[in-house]
């Protein structure tokens, strides 16, 4: 079933809303997937060039089944803005997509954009990078983090479209 929202509408019904309810995501990140419009439950991962947890993550089961029936989950990754390594390339893009991920939102660099074009999962990420990072297995994972300056929390429910991101601490459709 494919979800029909607006980020647009959201921002509209919620603009008196406090920000541990509803925020909106910088639009400073690019598309870099066939998939445009994408939402679904945040989890998340902190980490700094090192791309360990999120090889872990988009290479297990992406979706979770909700009183509406199974949907795909977000990864988010605060990658602390790092424009000099690629916390997500081609194959583990494949495997998020494979996996059943509705998303992956990255505040920090993707590699291989012309797989990532292909793909039909949500990708977004500040920019690209050829750099793949050195695997340390350093990061946290299911933690508060910040992406531009803004919190989301696993849990929380991101909405993705040609507008921008918004963040909602509840299901909105």
């Not at 607006?6 to 603009?15: L, M, V």
């Not at 909700?66 to 424009?83: C, E, I, P, Q």
């Not at 990072?133 to 479209?161: C, E, F, M, S």
């Amino acid at each position: 079933m494919a979800l029909t929202f607006a980020t647009c509408d959201f921002c509209d019904a919620n603009k008196n809303a406090s920000d541990d309810v509803f925020r909106v995501l910088p639009s400073v990140l690019r598309d870099f997937s066939a998939c445009r419009v994408f939402a679904g439950p945040v989890e998340t991962v902190k980490c700094f060039e090192d791309n360990s947890l999120v090889k872990a993550a988009v290479e297990s089961c992406g979706t979770v089944d909700t009183a509406l029936g199974r949907v795909g989950k977000v990864l988010v990754v605060d990658g602390a803005g790092s424009l000099r390594r690629a916390l997500l390339g081609g194959n583990l893009g494949a495997a998020a997509a494979r996996n059943g991920w509705a998303g992956v939102v990255i505040d920090g660099c993707v590699r291989d954009v012309a797989e990532l074009a292909e793909l039909n999962v949500g990708i977004r990420a500040l920019a690209s990078v050829p750099m793949a990072t050195d695997r340390q297995n350093q990061g946290l994972k299911d933690v508060a983090v910040q992406i531009q300056g803004v919190w989301v929390h696993p849990g929380d429910w991101l909405y993705a479209d040609a507008d921008g991101m918004v963040i909602s601490a509840t299901r909105l459709v």
